[in-house]
């Protein structure tokens, strides 16, 4: 997958922009999500409460009723007498009296053939336990018509009220919307005045985080360009001591002659490495977006590995053990890659005074792989291991210079790693040697 590539400026503008963006999004959503959280949660206790309180009310006035027909029963009044003569709270109101077992004696609107033991309704349970109880929105088992139940105990009876739902007792029990809808309307009131506020105080923010990250990228090109400078010094005198003793006229015999010779050209070699190596850093830092992808076999990039360790000279050589049990793909930067796998090889070539190198596939999913590459030399001291990915720094700095380095090999690594979003450690061997595990991303 390759990337458009559009001017760095344009670039930049708009990363910075969706930087911003992200950042006040990500703000005003967290504030957002935690006041109408509470909000809600507001909401929903005071309808729960207001639903309660009225379904209670409601309850209340059935429950004197039923209190009034029961001391009528007690006193020896005939059910059907009471239910006829006196005054219903609510119209079409169904009132069934059982016994404490369940036993339906009376119902004023379906045949008693037709119930059956009513000790298991809720709202009887209720009354039989504590005296009274009362049941919202239950079809009946006897006729399907969905009741609001309110039953009370007497001593010897149970009686039960129970008002039909229609739409009139839909809206008696429906909670207080105006009170909701006020609440509602502070709601999103405060989110408007949220969201400007937030807006201008992640600009504020995002104004001191880009100001602190140039701070920062000032800082490290400094230090990149005094290290630099620093790395040049000694290679460009080198070189011009060879070209003035050969431009001096010295008589000076083949064999001198072809040894400043080499000599400038071994300097002008290390200068070229170190320049390559510089604008690569510099190319993933601040272009890794202009960096095309594509597919690459991590397993042909180690044969790579191996065929270029077999044409090394066999005093200089060192074994490569390769395990690798099954194909790796990710979808990345063949440059890049190659670049994590030779830059260790030559480090535990040139450094490790080892005879093996290993490279193990530790984990492999389908989003990641874990890779373990090892030799079997004398390590590093345990306080250098977390200064091995800086630039330019150096275990052995007389004899990393006299070997060619550069000091950014590493340095690369852990970029080309990054830029693939895994990680990179390093750690000294149980048995010795030097212990590198990092991971790579296998989609972008």
């Known amino acids: 997958m390759h990337t458009d590539r559009i001017s760095l400026p344009d670039q930049v503008l708009a990363m910075a922009s969706a930087i911003k963006l992200s950042f006040h999004k990500r703000l005003f959503l967290q504030l957002i999500a935690y006041s109408w959280a509470i909000v809600l949660c507001f909401i929903g206790f005071q309808y729960l409460h207001e639903k309660e309180y009225k379904s209670k009310s409601l309850s209340a006035q059935l429950q004197q009723y039923n209190l009034h027909l029961l001391v009528a029963i007690e006193e020896g009044t005939p059910y059907d007498e009471y239910v ?12 069934s009296i059982m016994t404490h077992s369940g036993q339906v004696v009376y119902d004023n609107t379906v045949p008693l053939d037709s119930l059956d033991n009513h000790s298991t309704r809720p709202e009887v349970a209720a009354a039989l336990r504590n005296g009274a109880g009362y049941h919202i929105g239950r079809q009946s088992a006897s006729n399907g018509q969905e009741y609001f139940y309110s039953a009370t105990r007497g001593e010897n009876l149970v009686v039960r ?7 009139s007792l839909n809206v008696l029990l429906a909670a207080d919307w105006t009170f909701l809808a006020v609440m ?5 009131a405060m989110s408007i005045l949220a969201y400007f506020s937030t807006r201008r105080l992640g600009q504020d923010i995002e104004r001191v985080n880009l100001y602190e990250a140039e701070q920062e990228r000032n800082r490290l090109k400094r230090q990149l360009t005094n290290n630099i400078n620093h790395e040049l010094k000694t290679p460009v005198a080198s070189i011009q001591v060879c070209l003035e003793t050969l431009l001096s006229g010295i008589s000076l015999s083949d064999e001198k002659r072809q040894e400043l010779i080499e000599r400038c050209y071994s300097h002008n070699e290390r200068l070229r490495r170190l320049l390559d190596d510089v604008s690569l850093i510099t190319r993933m830092e601040d272009g890794s977006y202009l960096i095309s992808r594509e597919r690459v076999v991590l397993n042909y990039i180690i044969n790579e590995i191996a065929e270029e360790l077999e044409a090394i000279p066999e005093d200089e050589r060192l074994a490569l053990n390769v395990d690798f049990d099954e194909e790796v793909v990710v979808e990345g930067n063949l440059s890049l890659i190659g670049s994590i796998f030779s830059n260790l090889t030559e480090n535990a070539i040139a450094y490790s005074e080892g005879k093996n190198i290993s490279i193990k596939l530790i984990e492999n999913t389908d989003d990641y792989c874990r890779i373990r590459f090892e030799d079997d030399g004398k390590g590093v001291d345990k306080e250098q291991l977390p200064r091995l990915f800086e630039r330019f720094y150096r275990v052995d700095k007389g004899r990393s210079r006299k070997m060619g380095g550069t000091g950014l090999g590493l340095a690369i690594v852990k970029h080309a790693v990054q830029f693939h979003g895994g990680t990179i450690t390093a750690s000294n061997c149980p048995n010795g040697g030097l212990r590198f595990d990092f991971t790579l991303r296998k989609h972008d």
Request: aromatic share 8%; hydrophobic share 40%.
């Open 84 to 95: 006829s003569t006196h005054e219903k709270p609510f119209d079409d109101l169904r009132i």
């Open 161 to 167: 009220t129970a008002i039909p739902y229609s739409a």
């Open 184 to 188: 509602i309307s502070i709601s999103l």
